[in-house]
């Protein structure tokens, strides 16, 4: 029973992380249509500007806030200077240039940090863990917690954040109302780099910092957006939960650790067949 218990607390504090980028992935969706697939290298990229300033004798929590800082300002930048220009470009040349920022991302990231795997320290006193839990695992759900709390009230009673939702949900009316939609979609990319960096900070003291430290974890979080809903945020943050257990479950119970990402890909197709609005997610009927 103590190692059921350990491994449902553990998925749980996994998919904190996977709650992140879920909710990341959706708001970029929402805001173009499109998946960014340099979600992870974006928030990997963060964590390594968050190690350097570890490293140079910042504070902790300084080092995190200036990390999240340039990640939101990265994020808007990049809508503005590349995803701006491939506004009305075919589906798979938008797939291209994603594609193409993630391994430049992730070569500039070898090219500056080098690909040696290096240890992320954790800011949560050791006293912090259980039984169940470490003191980063319990540490992370926390701020994951916080983080999604912090966002949904930023987005549900700010005027800001209420244009933003507008803009991505309806831009043509929002344009009639004077929301200057462009600025709320890049600001909207700004936000969710600052959610993957939050993610892979949390990520890196665990599955340690390298160029491609993002790779899995972004799979589930796609994983999480499809199972809660591709175009709702909120469900994809649950979904991000229900892939941690389920995948720390499976891991332990039925294929072993070594398959445990093949639960994000069974996930996938599973939802996509069966149900690929998701969980949560509305199912958009557009008459021809």
Same mark, same amino acid.
């Given at each position: ?76 930048? @990049? ?19 994603? &594609? ?5 991302? +992730?070569?500039?990231?070898?090219? %500056? ?11 949560? $006193?050791?006293? &912090? ?9 319990? *540490? ?18 700010? $005027? &800001? ?8 949900? +309806? $831009? ?6 004077? @929301? ?6 890049? &600001?909207?990319? *700004? ?14 003291? @665990? ?9 899995? @974890?972004? %799979? ?30 499976? *891991?332990?119970?039925?294929? *072993? ?32």
């Amino acid at each position: 029973m103590d190692t059921f218990l350990h491994q449902l607390l553990s998925g749980l504090a996994n998919g904190g992380i996977y709650a992140s980028i879920g909710l990341a992935l959706v708001m970029i969706f929402q805001a173009t249509h499109h998946i960014n697939f340099a979600q992870g290298e974006q928030a990997m990229f963060s964590a390594y500007i968050a190690l350097t300033l570890i490293q140079a004798g910042v504070p902790y929590w300084a080092a995190f806030l200036i990390a999240l800082a340039f990640a939101f300002i990265a994020g808007v930048a @990049i809508e503005r200077v590349v995803v701006r220009q491939f506004d009305n470009a075919p589906v798979l040349a938008v797939v291209v240039v994603f &594609l193409g920022m993630l391994f430049i991302i +992730n070569s500039l990231a070898g090219w %500056l940090f080098t690909y040696n795997v290096q240890a992320f320290p954790s800011p949560f $006193p050791v006293g &912090l863990g259980s039984k169940f839990l470490s003191a980063h695992e319990i *540490g992370m759900i926390g701020v994951t917690l916080v983080t999604l709390a912090v966002v949904y009230a930023f987005f549900r009673f700010t $005027p &800001l954040g209420l244009a933003m939702r507008a803009a991505a949900q +309806n $831009p043509e009316a929002s344009r009639l109302v004077g @929301i200057r939609v462009g600025w709320m979609l890049a &600001l909207g990319w *700004g936000l969710a780099g600052a959610i993957g960096a939050v993610a892979a900070i949390m990520a890196a003291p @665990i599955v340690y910092i390298e160029p491609n430290m993002m790779a899995g @974890i972004l %799979l589930y979080g796609f994983a999480a957006a499809l199972l809660g809903g591709i175009n709702n945020p909120w469900g994809a943050a649950v979904g991000g939960f229900i892939v941690g257990v389920a995948e720390n479950l499976a *891991g332990a119970y039925v294929v *072993g650790t070594e398959l445990k990402l093949s639960v994000a890909l069974v996930i996938i197709i599973v939802v996509l067949v069966t149900k690929p609005a998701g969980l949560f997610g509305r199912t958009v009927v557009t008459r021809v």
